[in-house]
């Protein structure tokens, strides 16, 4: 395995959606989740926690808690029942899945404090599973957002879902997409207006 600077590995790293079929081994996630933790210097042990899904049965409760919502919805039950088969075995076939929460706290800022060191623990094992291989793709998509797919992932009163990290080998990664360049988001902040 090629060692690449973390500018290299920064520019590198792709959002994988198409998994090939080798397992992910448990350890190796549960090795990754402590480096990519060891690198946020800020979070508190109890700022964030994961759920794991990764053998058959828990890839699949973990579909039907994706789905509970959508297929109880109206626009659901006009979805044919192939569609939501093709979709249940895309998400199931995935080999892994890390599931993050933020804890919530007394306040906004050890809230937000608690979310960015979730969120850059997340981009960490990202960038750590890259360097072994492992493709990702950090998903939020808004149909999981429901009382439904919460309470199937087990989350607490004092917790903020994050996203869910769907793990797994891949045979290509994609090209790169264009970028915007960083200039075109850059604002100064200038002196008192006279």
């Not at 590995?9 to 996630?29: C, F, G, H, M, W």
């Not at 937000?112 to 060191?117: M, P, S």
Request: with cysteine; net charge positive; glycine share 8%.
């Amino acid at each position: 395995m090629k060692h690449l600077s973390l500018a290299e590995l920064i520019r590198a790293r792709r959002s994988i959606r198409k998994y090939n079929s080798t397992p992910v081994d448990q350890e190796l996630v549960v090795e990754l989740l402590s480096k990519a933790n060891r690198l946020q210097p800020f979070a508190q042990a109890d700022s964030w926690r994961v759920v794991y899904a990764g053998t058959s049965e828990a890839r699949k409760r973990l579909v039907d808690c994706m789905l509970e919502q959508m297929s109880q919805s109206r626009l659901g039950k006009l979805i044919p029942g192939k569609l939501l088969d093709i979709f249940k075995k895309r998400f199931t076939d995935i080999p892994a899945h890390v599931i993050v929460m933020s804890t919530v706290g007394p306040d906004r800022l050890t809230n937000d404090r608690n979310y960015a060191a979730a969120c850059g623990m997340m981009q960490s094992f990202q960038l750590i599973g890259w360097e072994h291989g492992l493709g990702m793709l950090w998903d939020t998509e808004s149909m999981m957002l429901h009382e439904g797919f919460f309470k199937g992932i087990g989350l607490r009163e004092d917790e903020r879902f994050v996203g869910i990290l769907h793990i797994g080998y891949y045979d290509k990664a994609p090209k790169s997409r264009k970028r915007t360049p960083a200039e075109q988001k850059w604002t100064v902040l200038r002196g008192p207006s006279t």
